[in-house]
């Protein structure tokens, strides 16, 4: 079984300052935020990156998109808009191996690209 920081993070082993948590899915806030708001959403299972995900977990990761959307409404900003992520691969700027989208916000945000 891995037990990753974010596997770790998820049953309380590591501290984190936790926003959500249900049978499926974790919220916790980022250690380094970029912005106001920076929320990393984890499904309770490891799942080493959008690579390793199934189609079977197509449910769970559109649960993901859902939950991010509430908690933009529940921190307030949602109308002004806010930023999802999800890093893959060295490419992508993964640094940690268990699939999280980034929930980032209260502020404007630079042009995604480059
Ligand atoms: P990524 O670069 O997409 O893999 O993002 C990993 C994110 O995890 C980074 O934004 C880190 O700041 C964040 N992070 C790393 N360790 C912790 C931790 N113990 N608690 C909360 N966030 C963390
Ligand atoms: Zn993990």
Do not use: W
């Amino acid at each position: 079984m891995e037990r990753c920081v974010f596997c770790r993070i998820i049953t309380g082993e590591l501290p984190s300052k936790q926003l959500y948590h249900d049978e499926h899915l974790t919220a916790f806030r980022d250690i380094h935020p970029v912005a106001p708001t920076h929320i990393l959403i984890v499904p309770n299972r490891h799942i080493a990156s959008l690579n390793e995900a199934a189609p079977e977990d197509e449910r769970l990761l559109g649960s993901m998109f859902t939950l991010a959307r509430q908690l933009a409404r529940q921190e307030g900003i949602a109308d002004e808009g806010y930023r999802l992520i999800v890093n893959t691969g060295g490419h992508g700027g993964q640094t940690i191996y268990h699939l999280h989208m980034h929930l980032i916000g209260g502020q404007r945000m630079r042009h995604p690209m480059g």
